[in-house]
């Protein structure tokens, strides 16, 4: 199988360094997955180091994220791969999870993903937990398929009335996802008038935060079902705040789990990159 990593980068490149590190390992502790990590940054250093550890990627500008994650799907669309995860430049994914998600990747779901996550800040080694009713953007998985028809839309007519939640009279003219189209198409019911294609956006092009439930209502306009896989409190996905966030540290409840606990379920390299990065600005 082979299981793309996206995400974006913008600055941060210690952070970004140790990101990749976590990829690495996710390499070795998987080979018989095929890692296809793909980023889209916007500046040079960050190309940079990408392609240091050979990362495919490409260059956006930064004005819009929605615009910029959007336009990396779509360049991520030319490459082979069956399921695409998501995490951001600041993520850490515990080689467990990839294991959790087996018999999802088997059974083919559509969408999966965990709700809950921990956040280390790197300034001063504090923890902190967070879980959701929805399942996050950092370590949610996406088959392939769903993107194909993504945003594809049918006009059709329908050709006989149709009483359900809602009653559809002979001759009422909608507007379909794919999805919801495919169901009727295997029928007489409805003649297809028009097909507007789709498109790779997952995203709000014109959004610069809350990424993850705007894209979830994207998911769910597709009649595309997210499950929630539940892992507890286990530290599947680690996502380390530094000196510059969408979302700040404080923000989180605070837990009795400390640092050195914690970032044991991952490698040495991307526990000493964390404190490094502390210490370098003083703390």
């Not at 329908?158 to 009727?184: I, P, Q």
């Not at 286990?234 to 530094?242: H, Q, R, T």
């Not at 990159?273 to 003083?282: L, M, P, V």
Request: with cysteine; charged share 25%; net charge positive.
């Amino acid at each position: 199988m082979k299981l793309a990593i996206f995400f974006a980068a913008y600055k941060r490149l210690p952070i970004l360094k140790i990101c990749l590190d976590g990829i690495e390992r996710l390499k070795a502790a998987h080979k018989d997955i095929e890692f296809v990590p793909f980023c889209v940054y916007s500046n040079d250093d960050e190309g940079a180091l990408l392609k240091k550890y050979n990362v495919s990627s490409l260059k956006f500008c930064n004005d819009f994220l929605g615009a910029k994650k959007n336009a990396g799907l779509k360049a991520l669309m030319g490459l082979k791969w069956d399921y695409m995860m998501e995490i951001g430049s600041d993520d850490l994914v515990n080689d467990k999870l990839i294991d959790v998600y087996r018999p999802y990747f088997n059974e083919g779901e559509e969408s999966f993903g965990v709700s809950s996550c921990y956040f280390v800040d790197a300034l001063t080694g504090r923890v902190a937990f967070w879980i959701n009713n929805y399942a996050i953007g950092a370590g949610r998985c996406i088959k392939r398929s769903v993107f194909e028809n993504f945003n594809k839309k049918y006009v059709v007519i329908f050709r006989h009335s149709v009483t359900g939640t809602e009653h559809v009279g002979k001759g009422a003219k909608m507007v379909l996802t794919y999805k919801v189209a495919a169901k009727y198409m295997n029928s007489d019911l409805v003649k297809v008038q028009e097909i507007i294609e789709g498109d790779f956006g997952l995203w709000t092009p014109t959004k610069q935060s809350a990424l993850d439930a705007d894209s979830a209502f994207n998911l769910n306009a597709n009649a595309v079902n997210i499950k929630i896989v539940d892992v507890g409190r286990e530290p599947m996905i680690v996502d380390i705040k530094s000196t510059q966030n969408i979302h700040k540290f404080t923000r989180f409840e605070q837990t009795d789990i400390g640092f050195k606990e914690l970032l044991s379920n991952f490698s040495k390299k991307e526990s000493d990159g964390i404190w490094k990065y502390g210490q370098a600005r003083g703390h």
